[in-house]
């Protein structure tokens, strides 16, 4: 239908303008960037399963399986909320360090899901920041084994 090619275009131009690198890139920062992983890293294992990350300049693209006890929004709030409050501390500002929304997506199966995983580690390369997934320095790609492509 009509309104699917809308919200496509949509989010294919919020695409573009990411990978420009434009808005505000706080993340650009090694510090703030690595704080931000660390904070998606910590309850792995425990109130989720971490499938994929990547902390790009100016945004976060994150998999995870959620287990019964902790709900999505309430493990995005938490990610936002310590990201924001060391973010800010080093950057030495105060306000919104990030949108209020995000973006969630339901996986129906593992085609997708495998899909998912794909899109979230080449979007460095995607946007011009490094030749290979491995390469940029915030994303999981560095934890994965070589021969099983399983999470370390």
């Not at 060391?86 to 209020?100: E, I, V």
């Not at 390369?125 to 491995?134: D, M, Q, T």
Request: hydrophobic share 35%; glycine share 4%.
């Amino acid at each position: 239908p009509e309104h699917h090619d809308a919200a496509r275009e949509q989010r294919r131009k919020l695409e573009d303008y990411l990978d420009r690198g434009l808005g505000e890139c706080f993340l650009r920062d090694p510090h703030i960037a690595a704080l931000t992983e660390n904070a998606l890293r910590f309850h792995h294992g425990q109130r989720f399963e971490l499938l994929a990350w990547v902390v790009m300049p100016n945004h976060v693209h994150v998999l995870i399986q959620v287990g019964d006890s902790t709900p999505l929004s309430k493990i995005i709030q938490n990610w936002k909320s310590i990201s924001a409050v060391a973010g800010n501390k080093l950057l030495g500002r105060s306000g919104d360090f990030w949108q209020l929304d995000y973006w969630d997506t339901f996986m129906r199966d593992a085609e997708q899901t495998r899909k998912a995983i794909r899109y979230i580690e080449n979007n460095p390369v995607k946007a011009k920041l490094c030749r290979v997934p491995e390469e940029w320095s915030f994303s999981s790609p560095r934890f994965r084994d070589a021969r099983t492509r399983e999470l370390k």
